[in-house]
DNA sequence: TCTAAGGCTCACTTTTCCTGATCCATTGCG
DNA sequence: CGCAATGGATCAGGAAAAGTGAGCCTTAGA
């Protein structure tokens, strides 16, 4: 490559030039006239060439000026055009999470991330992975469920709370069905998540409780709804200790059998990236927010998890 | 215009990029990998992208690192590729200067010239001015045979040394014409530099002698080839006092009438420029030496300038 | 297991850059 | 015409940026 002049005399060269005069250039670069002044001359006895001839009332552009300028502010133009393209990709997190966590979990919380982080310009998208899982390409950023993995060598994981599971109902529907004990669930309306059942699924497998067929009962798309389901009274969902915790805290839910809880087989929520994206600024922030966020969950749950966990 | 990222942290950048590492791109700027590092650091904190993956073995480029690169190293080669042009402009000068000044003046003297300042190019254009008169476009310095003309308000002159013009002739010549009074040049072969006379028509002018008619004589496309002819013993030619010293103090010439001195009516020898071109260095250091060689003639002939003006 | 290559870090030095005061020339206005 | 305002040049001194060089760490290959 060539030998390139001193760059930020050229900068205040294309300043000066734009501007007509060192004193628009320097107020626009925020230095003094003297400095502006100095860079140019410094620019002009490196290339042997006066670039501006000075006037009273400011400069003008000589003939070697005025061929330098448009070259300059060309491929000044370029680069501050590439630099801010990845700038706003750098600025721009999209995070995608499934319905149940988003709605439940994410949203909520996601206004204090915004607020701590107003550098950043937050898309969410709400679905679930496409079969392929997620791609670090579509999304900075993913909310996971499943056994903290490390699906592909160029993903990375990180875990944010575990997913334990209890049956848990209305107030009043416990009063009518007399859920004393577990195998009294055989009698009552099951809420589905998804038509997997895999939730309900888990729990009897641990618990084995009499006459309670997971496969029966109601399906719906997410856990949102299932539990609004739940909480209207419809039946008894399967409560994900987290996700739920506000209900339960309030007492619109309320959990017939608190010892028996089961973490779910898929495994908890964890965040998922592109290896490489791991620690570019977007993602660390909202990574170590999400683990503050989530440290709550954590230990409110804390408790469970050795019980859950054997 | 958008805000640049720091310019020379880019450079870093781009050399770092192109050499695939820290250490080709530290050797290039003769700088340390310390200092690469850093650069390179402070663009991906500035763009908020890292912009290289660190691998043991050297450094590869991410995604945004290959979206910057073509940009920044396509906008730096031709910025650098106009500064070098504009560079090269600045070190070549071109004089354009008339036969019998090239001849018997400036060729002798520029060999001097180029030592004492080789940065500069010389192109020597050894011709006439075209009808237009000095061209300051074509040429970035002539020299002028006039009366210290300011024929435009763009061009800016400077005077060397006056014309004094006296009659000259071969030794041989002048014993053979037994040239003792001026009457005696009727007799005379006159040399005429050009076809207009001038020289000649001036000093008959000043001077009248007695039937020396300016219209006769032979005609020379120049004042070097007339003198050469004055000295084979041709004729007498009108010697310019400082173009024909050589011959003058050798005594290959002689000046029969060396109180008989006039000043051409076509003035004396001087440089022009264009005057926005008349203090970049290649002009000045140019007028400066020009300056400094023809003091030894203004010296010479300095005693006979007053007599002459009269 | 060891070595070489290549990046990172950090305390320290050098260079560059900027400031702010002061001049100076031009210009436009009372 | 005098005189303030504008705009650039210059300079000493101090702040900020860049560079240095030694030591550390990781990885690849012998």
């Given at each position: ?84 393209n990845?700038?706003?990709d ?9 319905p ?21 310009r ?60 577990p195998?009294a ?33 109601q ?92």
């Amino acid at each position: 490559m060539a030998k390139l002049p001193p760059l930020n005399a050229l900068k205040a060269f294309e300043a000066a030039a734009r501007h007509g005069g060192f004193v628009g250039a320097s107020e626009e670069l925020h230095v003094t006239r003297g400095a502006i002044s100095r860079h140019v001359k410094l620019l002009e006895a490196h290339l042997g060439v006066p670039l501006f001839v000075r006037q009273a009332q400011g400069v003008r552009l000589t003939a070697a000026g005025l061929k330098l300028l448009p070259v300059v502010s060309e491929a000044f133009g370029t680069i501050a055009r590439a630099a801010e393209n990845l700038s706003a990709d750098a600025a721009e997190l999209r995070i995608i999470c499934p319905p149940g966590t988003s709605i439940r979990w994410l949203l909520p919380r996601l206004e204090d991330f915004r607020t701590a982080h107003p550098e950043f310009r937050v898309r969410l998208t709400t679905d679930f992975y496409p079969e392929s899982g997620f791609d670090p390409i579509e999304a900075d950023i993913g909310f996971s469920v499943s056994n903290w993995p490390n699906r592909s060598p160029d993903l990375a994981a990180q875990p944010l709370f575990p997913t334990l599971l209890t049956p848990a109902c209305a107030p009043r529907y416990l009063r009518d069905k007399a859920l004393r004990r577990p195998e009294a669930l055989a009698a009552c309306e099951l809420l589905h998540e998804t038509r997997s059942h895999a939730d309900w699924t888990a729990w009897t497998d641990a618990f084995r409780p009499a006459g309670v067929d997971p496969a029966r009962g109601q399906d719906f798309p997410n856990i949102d709804i299932a539990t609004k389901a739940a909480v209207m009274g419809v039946g008894v969902v399967m409560a994900d200790l987290v996700l739920c915790r506000e209900e339960l805290d309030a007492g619109t839910l309320v959990a017939p059998f608190p010892d028996m809880v089961c973490p779910s087989p898929l495994g908890g929520i964890c965040l998922l990236a592109g290896r490489d994206k791991w620690q570019i600024p977007k993602v660390a922030a909202f990574r170590s927010w999400a683990d503050a966020a989530a440290a709550a969950d954590r230990a409110a749950v804390s408790h469970l998890v050795a019980r859950a966990g054997g």
